[in-house]
């Protein structure tokens, strides 16, 4: 498998470690954000992603025709469903719609507004200076991170989000976390979500994705 990365993409990192908690071989493609004004608005990119945006997995086998999934949740599903084992997700319903209540709260309202796209059209388009970037992104971090750490709470979490399990809530949190650090976002209001944090980056799975480990990183 060939997977369309950039070390920095946190949507890649949730496919990084998908592929090593199934242990799956891939390479890396890597895609620079910034470099060349960005190439992933290169023509030969679009062409494999009309969306330009990362991750893309081409699932084909070698030397076959590309058979390319987009949108990193897509992927994980299908890797899901592939490779069963270990599986992903908890064997009961409610608490599979747990799960995915926790990444839905990381891929639909944290992630998408404060993707790079988003950042460079405030900028662009609204005048807004670094700090005012920074309060934008910081906001919506706070509003999903106190939704989780609540639901976290109520749970009594400790290790992962869902039992003792690593589930799809982790492959989302993970990043998004490692993110937030980056940006200096203080996580101190969210000792459940920090607890697991700690915990999954000591696991090989989650720290071998990690972007300074990754071939593209600088
Ligand atoms: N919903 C998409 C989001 C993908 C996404 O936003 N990727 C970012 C990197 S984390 C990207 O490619 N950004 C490029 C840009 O904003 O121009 C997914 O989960 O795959």
């Not at 599903?77 to 592939?82: A, G, K, M, T």
Request: hydrophobic share 40%; with cysteine.
């Amino acid at each position: 498998m060939k997977l369309y990365s950039y070390f920095r993409s946190s949507a890649a990192y949730r496919v990084r470690i998908v592929l090593n908690l199934k242990h799956i071989n891939y390479d890396t493609v890597p895609v620079h954000l910034v470099k060349d004004s960005g190439q992933q608005h290169s023509i030969a990119y679009l062409a494999i992603n009309p969306q330009g945006l990362l991750p893309c997995l081409d699932v084909a086998a070698p030397g076959s025709k590309a058979q390319i999934i987009t949108q990193s949740g897509a992927i994980i599903e299908y890797l899901e469903e592939r490779f069963p084992q270990p599986s992903l997700l908890p064997t009961s319903l409610i608490e599979r719609a747990y799960v995915r209540s926790l990444m839905h709260i990381i891929a639909c309202d944290m992630h998408p507004v404060n993707n790079l796209r988003v950042l460079h059209y405030l900028e662009e388009h609204f005048d807004c200076n670094k700090a005012e970037k920074i309060r934008w992104y910081h906001h919506w971090l706070a509003k999903g991170f106190a939704a989780i750490e609540t639901l976290l709470a109520r749970k009594g979490s400790t290790h992962y989000c869902y039992n003792e399990q690593v589930t799809m809530a982790d492959v989302y949190l993970i990043p998004q976390v490692y993110n937030a650090l980056r940006f200096n976002f203080d996580m101190t209001p969210y000792p459940a979500i920090r607890h697991i944090y700690q915990h999954c980056m000591q696991l090989p799975t989650f720290s071998q994705a990690a972007p300074e480990q990754q071939p593209d990183a600088e």
